[in-house]
C-alpha cells in the first residue's frame, strides 16, 4: 500500500484500515531454532523472516532452505556460503 510518498496512486483508506495506533513497547520476536546454530525469527506474516546463524570457526552449518529469496548478511569473520544448485559464494563482513 503506497504512503503518498511519491505521485504514484495511493489508497488512503486502506492505508488507513491498516495502521494500529496502539502505544507501549514493541513485540521482541524470541525466533526458535530450527537446526543447530540457527535461530529462525518470523514475524506474524509471511512476507519476511530472518534466520540467525552462529557457526564457530572452522566449523560449518547446514541452514534449512525456504521458500523465497535470501539475503546474506555477515556480523563477522568470513565463510563459504553453497545455495542448493548454485556455486559457492565468498562472504566476508563488512
Known sequence: VRAGLTPK?????VLLAMLSYRTGPPEV??????????RR???PFDE???DAV???PGASC??????G???????????????SG???IDARAG
Open 9 to 13: 496512486l495511493r489508497d488512503t483508506d
Open 29 to 38: 520476536l524470541e525466533g526458535r531454532a530450527i537446526a543447530e546454530g540457527v
Open 41 to 43: 525469527y518470523q514475524p
Open 48 to 50: 519476511f523472516q530472518v
Open 54 to 56: 552462529d557457526v564457530a
Open 62 to 67: 547446514d541452514v534449512p532452505a525456504h521458500a
Open 69 to 83: 529469496p535470501s539475503i546474506l548478511l555477515m556480523q563477522q569473520g568470513s565463510a563459504k556460503a553453497t545455495p
Open 86 to 88: 548454485s556455486a559457492a
